[in-house]
């Protein structure tokens, strides 16, 4: 999810990795990109939740942001930690979106989060869902930087897993967000895939992150490339710690944008499983 509007262009872009330079108080100075070492992963998740239980999700594994006010979008949803929106049962996770009156606003839903829980510096994210349907949804599966070292949004960066919208179903993207690439000065970075079962069966959703690249997969289908410049952080600040993030928003600029149809909740993103594979050195 956005911290602020989006205009989303459908982009698959691979950005050159030829030298670049730059003229500093010392000169110019030759920047040279990281080079593609092809790393693997390993096949055994370091984290993962499974949701082979019962009730709350494992509070030793997810928190959550909570509340309402818009989140940046004019979202519509109050974000709650129960199990009324969500839950864990029959081995999946279910975050469900409510018609009802909560903090001030009409709808309520959760947004769940492994900060300070499972934070990860590159590795590869692979997320099991299926989507919700109606127009006026807009779930998302994401990662925000832990320490915003470079900055606020859009400094510190923002991965963008797949987010999809219900007024435009089965479009899933893939996006990243940095203060070199993103909407707000024309340069957003995107890329996707219609999944035309998106919202009645389970996919996999990916992103294999390493020094090169964050690199979008869909059931296994690259369908997005983001090269290392090695020109710094507004290019690239993928190279800190991020954590992950799990929602359902109601509404909002994107989501928002042909209304919401009242008639459609609960709605639900269902998700089989998340896990984390550690890069290999």
């Not at 920047?31 to 494992?58: H, L």
Request: aromatic letters at 14%; hydrophobic letters at 35%.
């Amino acid at each position: 999810m956005k911290m602020v509007t989006y205009i989303f262009s459908f982009v698959v872009m691979l950005l050159s990795s030829c030298s670049k330079s730059t003229t500093g108080s010392g000169g110019t100075v030759t920047v040279q990109p990281p080079q593609d070492k092809n790393w693997a992963f390993e096949t055994t998740p370091i984290w993962s939740d499974e949701f082979d239980y019962t009730g709350s999700p494992n509070p030793a594994k997810w928190g959550y942001d909570l509340g309402g006010g818009g989140w940046g979008n004019h979202e519509l949803e109050y974000y709650t930690n129960t199990t009324n929106n969500a839950k864990v049962e029959n081995g999946k996770l279910t975050i469900t979106a409510r018609k009802e009156s909560i903090g001030g606003m009409n709808y309520s839903s959760a947004r769940m989060v492994t900060r300070d829980k499972g934070d990860f510096l590159y590795g590869r994210v692979e997320v099991r869902a299926k989507l919700p349907s109606g127009k006026g949804t807009w779930p998302a599966i994401w990662m925000l930087p832990t320490d915003w070292t470079y900055g606020s949004w859009p400094k510190s960066g923002e991965v963008d897993i797949m987010e999809e919208v219900g007024y435009d179903p089965n479009n899933v993207l893939f996006s990243i967000h940095t203060e070199a690439y993103n909407h707000s000065i024309g340069t957003q970075k995107s890329g996707g895939k219609m999944i035309p079962t998106a919202m009645t069966d389970f996919h996999n959703y990916r992103v294999d992150w390493t020094p090169y690249a964050v690199r979008g997969y869909y059931d296994d289908q690259l369908v997005f490339t983001f090269v290392n410049e090695g020109t710094g952080y507004k290019a690239w600040p993928f190279d800190k710690r991020f954590h992950i993030l799990l929602n359902l928003a109601i509404g909002g600029d994107w989501g928002g944008a042909q209304g919401v149809d009242d008639s459609i909740f609960p709605a639900a993103l269902e998700v089989d499983y998340v896990r984390v594979y550690k890069m290999i050195e």
